[in-house]
């Protein structure tokens, strides 16, 4: 049932899930509360078109969250994206509720044949994301704040084998401070095994070259055993080399499995042998969400405030403090509120100005037509009074007066 969301965001709809997913896990993670509440968790998908990012995001979720594109006749041209595009679900595993939301953008080469305004869509869809949260943080009434904002970016590299392309860099580098970078290998079954090693070690050499910071999987002492070994795993395997597939197809000992079927074998999404799709998800849905929304919050969210505040004048010491100083809180609610009150004052002015100018020249124009006006009568009248006193002058001037001459005068001077 579509429901309207908040912020002016698209509606959320109610999803089934085809399978386990794994995310009822998180109360094995360091934050139980958000489990009890339910959560939000945000994911922005981006990289060329057509590199199976949606594929990717229906396997991850077991959910058709994108409707297949298998459904359309061939003769049909496949669906890109072109717009940013945000589509929510609810999704219940056990009792715990998952509000997921991703955010795609068109793939750059395609409809945005700019690499700066690639970069720029994406910037904007994250900052914007920040903002709304910021004017909810701001608001008097603070109960249900909505949180939308990026917790994760699955950066898809194109498979060439290679190494980054600038444009991959250049998003990077603008976006890595905003953003919980997560690198990922699309379509990992075009390239061999081999391959796959020395792109990796490729793709994080120019990451570590040019200072770029992704997400860092944080390993915990003092969780088991078999958490610490899956941390280590998973952080060994980024960036991820994963294939996506949300069909069933058999294998040849008769299995049914997620995957993708060639001549010469079964690629398994679900085995770790093929591909680290199972680790992506394990670190996405299971091990680091928690991680991945507290890092959003405490220093990536919390860096742009910082940054934003400053830029009205406020100066802050650190988060901590903050929340257990109201006074300081609400010094800086009190400077926001005082700067957006400057911010309409002066607009508000200046629409005055603008009318008053206005005026103005309308009363100038007009002030210049009566002149005009006053001159031409000025200069008509001063015309007739010539014209009267050459004829005066000509009469006194002319024959004596006869009563003949008087009376031809007298009616010339009527008639005229
Ligand atoms: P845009 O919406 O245009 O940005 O495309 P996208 O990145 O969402 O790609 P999409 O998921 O639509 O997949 C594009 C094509 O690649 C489809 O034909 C998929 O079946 C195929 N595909 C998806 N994932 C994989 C994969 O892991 N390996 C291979 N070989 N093909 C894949």
Same mark, same amino acid.
């Given at each position: 049932t579509p429901a309207p969301s908040s912020a002016g965001f698209p509606p959320i709809v109610r999803k089934k899930l085809m399978g386990y997913v794994g995310f009822a896990n998180l109360p094995n993670q360091v934050h139980r509360k958000s489990v009890r509440k339910g959560f939000q968790f945000t994911a922005m998908v981006v990289g060329e078109s057509g590199l199976g990012k949606s594929t990717l995001i229906n396997t991850l979720f077991n959910t058709t969250l994108y409707p297949p594109k298998e459904v359309l006749p061939p003769s049909a041209e496949r669906p890109k994206t072109v717009a940013i595009e945000s589509i929510s679900a609810d999704i219940e595993e056990n009792g715990v509720r998952l509000r997921l939301t991703v955010v795609d953008t068109p793939g750059f080469g395609d409809f945005v044949n700019n690499e700066d305004r690639h970069v720029l869509t994406h910037y904007v869809a994250v900052m914007s994301r920040f903002d709304a949260y910021l004017e909810q943080e701001n608001r008097v009434n603070r109960q249900k704040i909505?949180? =939308?904002?990026?917790?994760?970016?699955?950066?898809?590299?194109?498979?060439?084998?290679?190494?980054?392309?600038?444009?991959?860099?250049?998003?990077?580098?603008?976006?890595?401070?905003?953003? +919980?970078?997560?690198?990922?290998?699309?379509?990992? *079954?075009?390239?061999? *095994?081999?391959?796959?090693?020395?792109?990796?070690?490729?793709?994080? +050499?120019?990451?570590?070259?040019?200072?770029?910071?992704?997400?860092?999987?944080?390993? #915990?002492? =003092?969780?088991?055993?078999?958490?610490?070994?899956?941390? &280590?795993?998973?952080?060994?395997?980024?960036?991820?080399?994963?294939?996506?597939? +949300?069909?069933?197809?058999?294998?040849? *000992?008769?299995?049914?499995?997620?995957?993708?079927?060639?001549?010469?074998?079964?690629?398994?999404?679900? +085995?770790?042998?093929?591909?680290?799709?199972?680790?992506?998800?394990?670190?996405?849905?299971?091990?680091?969400?928690?991680?991945?929304?507290?890092?959003? =919050?405490?220093?990536?969210?919390?860096? #742009?405030?910082?940054?934003?505040?400053?830029?009205?004048?406020?100066?802050?010491?650190?988060?901590?403090?903050?929340?257990? =100083?109201?006074?300081?809180?609400?010094?800086?609610?009190?400077?926001?509120?005082?700067?957006?009150?400057?911010?309409?004052?002066?607009?508000?002015?200046?629409?005055?100005?603008?009318?008053?100018?206005?005026? &103005?020249?309308?009363?100038?124009?007009?002030?210049?037509?009566l002149y005009a006006r006053h001159r031409e009568m000025k200069e008509a009248l001063e015309r007739q009074r010539l014209e009267l006193e050459e004829k005066k002058k000509r009469i006194e001037s002319g024959r004596p007066l006869t009563p003949e001459n008087k009376t031809k005068t007298r009616n010339r001077f009527l008639r005229a």
């Open positions: 909505a949180d =939308n904002r990026v917790h994760a970016c699955l950066y898809f590299i194109q498979p060439t084998g290679h190494s980054l392309k600038p444009i991959d860099i250049e998003f990077m580098r603008r976006l890595h401070t905003k953003v +919980n970078l997560i690198p990922i290998i699309a379509k990992a *079954d075009t390239l061999t *095994d081999e391959e796959i090693a020395s792109f990796k070690q490729r793709v994080l +050499n120019d990451i570590a070259y040019h200072k770029i910071q992704i997400f860092q999987a944080p390993t #915990y002492e =003092n969780e088991d055993e078999e958490t610490q070994a899956e941390q &280590e795993e998973i952080a060994s395997k980024i960036p991820f080399a994963v294939v996506g597939s +949300n069909q069933l197809v058999q294998t040849p *000992d008769g299995r049914q499995v997620r995957g993708r079927a060639y001549p010469w074998g079964v690629v398994e999404v679900d +085995n770790e042998d093929h591909c680290d799709f199972v680790k992506l998800r394990q670190m996405l849905i299971r091990t680091y969400m928690e991680e991945l929304r507290e890092y959003t =919050n405490s220093h990536l969210y919390e860096a #742009y405030r910082t940054e934003k505040l400053l830029g009205m004048g406020v100066a802050q010491d650190s988060s901590v403090f903050k929340e257990i =100083n109201p006074a300081l809180k609400m010094q800086e609610e009190r400077t926001l509120h005082e700067a957006k009150l400057a911010k309409m004052e002066a607009e508000m002015n200046l629409v005055f100005q603008q009318k008053v100018a206005e005026k &103005e020249s309308k009363l100038k124009q007009s002030e210049e037509e």
